[in-house]
């Protein structure tokens, strides 16, 4: 017998719970934004902590509008629940593909950045493409996922033909 359970998990809505992988990938991908927050809650004197992720205010200002999509998600995430918002639903069934597209874009922007000699200078620097380059995989062949982006608590399910 295999470690896998036969029926699928559900959370208090009778929905696809949301893998905890997916609020991680969220947090990799909305990393402009905790930085921004993070910052801004330092004191004065300590606002500059910013440059040691993002040396130059375009690469902030390109990440943060890179990483945007991800707010509307968020938003809709909060509002997939029974008495939510169903305007939302048009944002959630598109997730997958804005989740796949920001993660991306995010990827090829942070390898396109990496200084040339990153192994010998700073090593630790590879970690976010890594990171991003699995989540990229993960986002493409998950099975879940794609339940979890084409349910909504008001709306059937569509039938499928077997």
């Known amino acids: 017998m295999t470690g896998a359970p036969i029926w699928p ?3 208090d809505y009778g929905l696809h719970k949301v893998p905890l ?3 991680a990938l969220l947090i990799l991908l909305l990393r402009p934004y905790i930085c921004w927050v993070m910052v801004l809650t330092l004191p004065q004197t300590q606002r500059d902590m910013l440059r040691w992720f993002y ?4 690469d902030f200002i390109v990440a943060c509008l890179v990483a945007l999509p991800l707010l509307l998600l968020l938003a809709a995430l909060s509002q997939r629940k029974p008495k939510g918002k169903r305007g939302f639903y048009r944002i959630w069934r598109f997730g997958r593909l804005i989740l796949l597209s920001v993660a991306l874009t995010d990827l090829v922007l942070s390898v396109k950045h990496l200084p ?3 192994m010998l200078d700073a090593p630790w ?3 976010t493409p ?4 699995i989540a990229v995989l993960w986002l493409w062949r998950s099975r879940t996922l794609r339940l979890v ?3 909504w608590p008001d709306v059937a399910p569509k039938k499928t033909a077997t």
């Open 9 to 11: 998990v559900l959370d």
């Open 21 to 23: 992988r997916f609020y």
């Open 55 to 58: 040396p130059l205010q375009h």
């Open 116 to 118: 040339d000699q990153v």
């Open 125 to 127: 620097r590879i970690v």
């Open 130 to 133: 890594l990171l991003l380059g």
């Open 149 to 151: 982006f084409t349910e």
